[in-house]
């Protein structure tokens, strides 16, 4: 009996000290798998690290003009994307790409559409805002069906959004429109328009940390010529890791803040480009491929762009076909004409 009693003594305490292993290593496995399983997220325009999961919203493209006489623009500093791309009379006009206009007061001055700004923003599956727009312009609308708030043609978004800046008129009228950021969603709600992405739309963006170990040359500044009459310059500041910008011989900035607008990547395209009627309007062709260059980092790299329909996004490579990575943040995109036009780094 004695016997008896020890063995099931001993046989107990090795059962109590496999239980209390088993407590002691549960939180630590749990910790660790919690960790293995946590995800991260990026904004789908600039990369950047988001807290929670973003949003499948589409995002507004914003025809600002870009005249000497329209500067300072306001509302631009808070865009993930800004393209410049020639017009008419050697200007260039910029679309700027917003994933979200509601912190915004004001942004402007807005300026009518043409055709290929369009294309820009069908290719980023965009809701567009604009001040009129070329007949053209206003026939591809219709054509591809494309959701817009124009503050020219469009009486009621002319009410609910947009407003007249009198301080800005001393140059024409043209130059006075704007509208409040903060009033676009009730309207988009109001006109029913689709808010989401559907479940094929791509960005064609990836962006990464390490984007600047593809370039190759040096690129301090940059130099964006569009024809004889104008240029966009950035300067890389080893700092912030980011290009400021410069035109008509004075900074880039934001006239809501007063603050340079700063940008991660300065990518360049090249499209053929002809007049298309006497008031000297432009067709630019954005669908097909040509070349380019990225700069990112203090460094730029040839690349090569594509896009096989006007409803698809834009697709970048390096040369050799490897897909192109940007860095994170936002960037500027210019499209100069493949005669013509430039770029130069230094």
């Known amino acids: 009996m004695k016997r008896y009693l020890a063995i099931l003594l001993a046989l107990a305490l090795v059962l109590c000290s496999a239980c209390g292993g088993t407590k002691s290593e549960a939180p630590e496995l749990s910790n660790n798998k919690a960790e293995t399983q946590k995800e991260i997220y990026y904004a789908p325009l600039t990369g950047e690290i988001l807290d929670e999961e973003p949003a499948n919203t589409r995002p507004y493209a914003v025809m600002i003009n870009n005249i000497i006489y329209a500067q300072p623009q306001v509302g631009v500093g808070s865009a993930d994307m800004i393209y410049e791309i020639p017009a008419e009379g050697g200007i260039t006009r910029m679309m700027a790409i917003f994933s979200d206009l509601s912190d ?97 739309y791509k960005t064609g963006l990836n962006f990464s940390d390490d984007a600047v170990s593809q370039c190759t040359g040096d690129a301090g500044t940059v130099k964006v010529t569009f024809n004889t009459s104008k240029s966009t310059q950035f300067t890389y500041q080893p700092d912030s890791g980011k ?80 897909p192109l990575k940007l860095a994170r943040g936002t960037t500027y995109v210019g499209v100069i004409p493949t005669d013509g036009g430039s770029a130069t780094f230094a």
């Open 104 to 200: 915004l007061e004001s942004i402007g001055s807005i300026r009518s559409l043409r055709p290929y700004y369009l294309s820009v923003a069908l290719s980023y599956d965009a809701i567009v805002i604009h001040g009129g727009g070329s007949e053209q312009a206003y026939s591809d609308v219709k054509t591809y069906n494309a959701d817009n708030l124009d503050g020219v043609r469009d009486a009621k978004a002319s009410s609910a959004i947009f407003y007249r800046d009198s301080s800005r008129g001393q140059y024409g009228s043209e130059h006075t429109l704007f509208f409040h950021g903060t009033k676009v969603a009730d309207l988009v709600q109001d006109y029913g328009f689709r808010t989401e992405h559907d479940s094929s």
């Open 243 to 322: 290009y400021t910008a410069a035109q008509y011989n004075d900074d880039y900035k934001d006239g809501a803040t007063g603050e340079k607008v700063t940008f991660s990547n300065v990518l360049i395209l090249s499209a053929a480009m002809r007049t298309v009627d006497s008031y000297g309007r432009l067709a630019v062709d954005l669908v097909g491929s040509g070349d380019g260059y990225l700069a990112c980092g203090g460094k730029y790299v040839p690349i090569k762009w594509s896009r096989s329909d006007i409803n698809d996004c834009f697709t970048y490579t390096l040369a050799d076909g490897t």
